[in-house]
Nanobody, 116 residues
Framework: QVQLVESGGGLVQAGGSLRLSCAAS????????MGWYRQAPGKQRELVATIRGGTMIYADSVKGRFTISADNVKKAVYLQMNSLQPEDTAVYYC???????????WGQGTQVTVSS
């Protein structure tokens, strides 16, 4: 069993920055993919960014503004968010996909609110 603990959310003004962190812990496991998703009220959860090995994938809406990174030893993933816009307001969820055993885990979510 894997536990994900998120931190770093908060309230910022448009143009500001936040850095989200997610640490995975628990019994022995092998990570396949780590990423960040977000969900705004009334909308489905959407992909923000994922990292798999040295490959990063970003949603078009955040390209050039957000940066995902990971520490494979610590089994942690981070999301640096710059030039935040009100449209970025959402609950952000950390996601970890393990290969052994094969399973998907979600963090508890952290609120990001961007004021105009």
């Amino acid at each position: 069993q894997v536990q994900l603990v998120e931190s770093g959310g908060g309230l910022v003004q448009a143009g500001g920055s936040l850095r989200l962190s997610c640490a995975a812990s628990g019994s022995t496991f092998s990570i396949n993919v780590m990423g960040w998703y977000r969900q705004a009220p009334g909308k489905q959860r959407e992909l923000v960014a994922t990292i798999r090995g040295g490959t990063m994938i970003y949603a078009d809406s955040v390209k050039g503004r957000f940066t995902i990174s990971a520490d494979n030893v610590k089994k942690a993933v981070y999301l640096q968010m710059n030039s935040l816009q009100p449209e970025d307001t959402a609950v952000y969820y950390c996601n970890v996909d393990t290969r052994v055993p094969p399973r998907t885990y979600w963090g508890q979510g952290t609120q990001v609110t961007v004021s105009s």
